[in-house]
């Protein structure tokens, strides 16, 4: 199933993965101890932090506290990266603009935004036949990615190890 959830996470970069992982399950010391992987990897990694960590270095999947954007336009930046990776334009954001008037921000809960924001774009990038999903590895972090639905059915609620790829309309 891990390489099912890195062929979707990662798209393009899938070469880059399976040649990584190879060594990776060879010699893991001659991984983790690569400059580019010092923040993410450890003597105690597994596969799925791996999957992560490529992902994550190659901007194919994001990487946002559970009580929001590091700034404003942090998810705004990655859907575009990625919605014009994989189709060639980026989103027309008046939908976004409409939803932020429709809230109540007094009413809202710490936490609440983010999780209504990324909704709204799953909701309007499913109309060009994506999807926002996320890789939940059981912490209080989101880790949302960019699929195509038909590609994703084969992985979605796919466990790999303790880490779960979830539709972000199924949360």
Avoid at 11 to 34: C, N, T
Avoid at 59 to 74: F, T
């Amino acid at each position: 199933m891990l390489n099912s959830v890195a062929k979707i996470v990662l798209a393009d970069r899938i070469g880059v993965f399976a040649q990584i992982h190879e060594q990776f399950l060879r010699d893991k010391p001659s991984i983790i101890e690569r400059d580019e992987f010092a923040d993410y990897l450890d003597e105690d990694s597994n596969s799925e932090d791996l999957l992560w960590a490529i992902a994550y270095l190659n901007r194919r999947i994001e990487w946002i506290d559970w009580a929001g954007e590091e700034d404003s336009d942090q998810l705004k930046g990655f859907v575009d990266e990625r919605m014009e990776s994989l189709t060639g334009s980026k989103l027309d954001w008046a939908f976004l603009e409409e939803f932020e008037k429709s809230l109540d921000f007094e009413k809202l809960n710490r936490g609440d935004y983010i999780v209504k924001k990324i909704g709204c774009i799953d909701s309007e990038i499913r109309k060009k036949g994506f999807l926002i999903a996320t890789l939940d590895r059981g912490d209080d972090q989101y880790y949302p990615f960019v699929a195509a639905i038909d590609d994703f059915q084969g992985v979605d609620g796919a466990g790999i190890g303790t880490t779960w790829v979830i539709a972000w309309a199924d949360l």
